[in-house]
């Protein structure tokens, strides 16, 4: 897939190709088709990583610019949500912080184990 983006701050324009792996035919489909599979796929990615951190966990308030502290809080929150998943897969995770935040010795009995 060939892509073009423009860098706001500078107005520079580049070219990208992009390539992706799929276990289907590329004679399967039109390339209209096969560009919903890519944002499908992108789509999803969207909803279960980063919506979760920023809409329960408040990711995108963050007043700090600075990359690593980003990527590294980013990492935890992610952390965070995988042991929530693992130990808790059927609730919903609003009800479940607010448990966490009514009794912080839970989450830390489940940091531990």
Not at 93 to 100: G, I, Y
Request: net charge positive; glycine share 8%; charged share 25%.
């Amino acid at each position: 897939m060939r892509s073009q983006r423009t860098i706001k701050r500078t107005g520079q324009t580049r070219c990208e190709s992009r390539y992706y792996v799929s276990s289907r035919l590329p004679e399967e489909h039109t390339p209209t088709p096969w560009l919903g599979f890519i944002r499908g796929h992108w789509g999803g990615v969207e909803v279960r990583n980063h919506w979760k951190r920023d809409a329960v966990l408040g990711e995108d308030g963050s007043r700090s610019r600075h990359p690593n502290l980003l990527a590294t809080v980013a990492r935890l929150r992610s952390a965070v949500l995988a042991v929530l998943a693992e130990h808790h897969p059927e609730q919903s995770l609003p009800p479940l912080l607010e448990h966490f935040h009514a009794h912080p010795h839970h989450g830390l009995r489940l940091l531990r184990a």
